[in-house]
Nanobody
Framework: QVQVVESGGGLVQPGGSLRLSCAAS????????MVWYRQAPGKQRELVAA???????NYADSVKGRFTISRESAKSTMYLQMNSLKPEDTAVYYC?????????WGQGTQVTVSS
């Protein structure tokens, strides 16, 4: 069984920063991809950023230059540094961990950007 837990969400003013964390634990071997998604009220879940096992990264156009994804492979932990936050970044942020057999979701962490 694999557990995925996100943390670090909260309320921040526009222009502020937050750092999200995602930790995977349990019995598994070889994480292929770790991905951050987000879902705003009334909208579909969308990919925010991804980090592959070789360290390469991908970002949604809407967050390029503002968000940075990183990963500590030894700890099966992933981070999302979010800077210059905008009200439109408000959403529940989910972590997805992809193994060879299947992927696992966390429960999500709320990020609210508001003055």
């Amino acid at each position: 069984q694999v557990q995925v837990v996100e943390s670090g969400g909260g309320l921040v003013q526009p222009g502020g920063s937050l750092r999200l964390s995602c930790a995977a634990s349990g019995s598994f071997f070889g994480i292929l991809v770790m991905v951050w998604y987000r879902q705003a009220p009334g909208k579909q879940r969308e990919l925010v950023a991804a980090v592959l096992s070789d360290g390469s990264t991908n970002y949604a156009d809407s967050v390029k230059g503002r968000f940075t994804i990183s990963r500590e492979s030894a700890k099966s932990t992933m981070y999302l540094q979010m800077n210059s936050l905008k009200p439109e970044d408000t959403a529940v942020y989910y972590c997805n961990v992809a193994l060879a057999q299947r992927s696992y979701w966390g429960q999500g962490t709320q990020v609210t950007v508001s003055s």
